[in-house]
């Protein structure tokens, strides 16, 4: 049976029954009065977080999807701009970037971090480039530094997904997620710390602090209030936390450090167990670097293996582990990119794009890697108290009967 991964304890119970018994559910009100920026709740979770990734700002949402939506907004990006990003990662990297009227450009990745190979951003540069949004993958690192100094040459913005890289660092000071303008982390159910549903976006500059928090709550019915005199991009939504949301994320982000050090504890013992296997290239750690283990990937051409991927995905699952072959499919075979369809049925951003005809999301040429390394991706999940070391022992026999 797969042992299910679950950080809600009595101090979560706890604070949300002191939410409850409060009877604010929700402490955000849509007029320029104190209550725009949220609740009691709200304002000490992005405060706290500020505080533990040595930010200036932090703005909390309803979800990672929405805080970047935010944060891409606030760079002032105009119908038409490109920005590149990763095709290995979620859809909602690549989607907040159609919703802002833009055009993702598929940049290809590095086959050690899973991030974007700065050599093939530099090439996807055009006249027409807004930004880069670099994806923080697996729980490490992409070369972030390379990205920003290309961001300075091109004199593009800089932005981060850092939903599965909480906690991770580029040294012993430096955090992943705190080089572009703006990061993004998720709170979501499936992540290292969760409140079911949210996110959080960090930042040292005030300015986009201030506009991502007017698209978060309405911004358009404020603005005249706030005499804001650049209203580009502020028009708004409700990406609100509540109040028992916020809370819930305040006790979880202390156990983060705690979390994380499990993981890395398992995962050290896996990477000493498979790595005198040559048939297995076991996940990168960069020096200095601190890997958090969102997954656990190893790359395994299948020549080297006994079995068919299904058979071995099946076999960890009866032996009570997930294990899965590939992560996600490139998202350019999305039919969307494809084809060119988002918002209605006439080509909605991306007829917006001055050079759209040059733009193929068909020609899979141009992402060698993406493209290989995701048929010898094997990842698990199955790096959470309450496995333990025994556990990775057990696996490690496991993949070995698999190997040729």
């Known amino acids: 049976m797969i042992k299910k991964y679950n950080t809600i304890?009595?101090?979560?119970?706890?604070s949300v029954l002191k939410v409850l018994k409060n009877g604010e559910i929700s402490g955000f009100v849509a007029a320029a009065i104190p209550e725009f920026y949220g609740g009691k709740e709200v304002k000490k979770l992005e405060q706290n977080f500020a505080k533990k990734f040595n930010s200036k700002y932090a703005l909390s949402v309803n979800s990672a999807t929405s805080g970047i939506y935010c944060m891409l907004m606030a760079q002032n990006i105009q119908p038409g701009d490109?920005?590149?990003?990763?095709?290995?990662?979620?859809?909602?990297?690549?989607?907040?970037?159609?919703q802002c009227g833009a055009t993702p450009i598929f940049a290809d990745i590095e086959d050690d971090t899973f991030g974007l190979d700065p050599k093939s951003v530099e090439k996807k540069i055009s006249k027409y480039t807004k930004g880069i949004l670099a994806v923080n993958i697996f729980g490490h690192?992409?070369?972030?530094?390379?990205?920003?100094?290309?961001?300075k040459k091109y004199n593009l913005?800089?932005?981060e997904d850092n939903s599965q890289a909480p906690g991770g660092k580029l040294s012993n000071k430096l955090f992943t997620?705190?080089?572009?303008?703006?990061?993004?982390?998720?709170?979501?159910?499936?992540?290292?710390?969760q409140c079911g549903e949210g996110g959080i976006v960090l930042t040292n500059s005030k300015k986009i602090f201030d506009k991502m928090a007017l698209v978060r709550n309405h911004g358009e019915a404020v603005v005249r209030s706030f005499k804001t005199k650049d209203i580009q991009n502020t028009i708004g939504q409700n990406l609100r936390l509540t109040e028992i949301q916020a809370a819930i994320a305040t006790s979880q982000l202390k156990k983060l450090d705690r979390l994380n050090s499990e993981r890395i504890r398992l995962c050290n013992r896996l990477t000493k167990n498979l790595k005198k296997f040559e048939q297995i290239k076991v996940p990168f750690v960069k020096k200095n670097h601190k890997h958090v283990y969102y997954f656990y990937v190893m790359q395994i051409d299948l020549k080297h293996l006994k079995y068919k991927p299904k058979k071995i995905v099946e076999l960890f699952k009866r032996n009570g582990f997930?294990?899965?072959?590939?992560?996600?499919?490139?998202?350019?075979h999305e039919p969307m990119f494809k084809k060119?369809?988002?918002?209605?049925?006439?080509g909605y951003p991306f007829i917006l794009n001055k050079r759209n005809n040059q733009i193929n999301y068909n020609d899979h040429k141009q992402w060698k890697n993406c493209e290989e390394i995701n048929k010898k991706v094997f990842l698990t999940s199955s790096i959470y108290y309450p496995y333990n070391l025994k556990d990775m022992d057990k696996f490690s026999n496991l993949l070995a009967t698999c190997l040729k």
């Open 9 to 14: 304890e009595k101090e979560e119970i706890n």
């Open 340 to 346: 060119k369809i988002c918002f209605g049925n006439k």
């Open 322 to 332: 997930v294990l899965r072959h590939g992560y996600i499919k490139p998202l350019y």
């Open 177 to 193: 997620g705190s080089t572009g303008s703006a990061s993004v982390y998720s709170l979501n159910r499936h992540k290292i710390i």
């Open 141 to 151: 690192s992409c070369e972030i530094i390379a990205l920003k100094k290309l961001a």
């Open 157 to 159: 913005f800089l932005v």
């Open 82 to 98: 490109e920005v590149i990003t990763s095709p290995y990662t979620m859809h909602a990297t690549a989607s907040s970037i159609l």
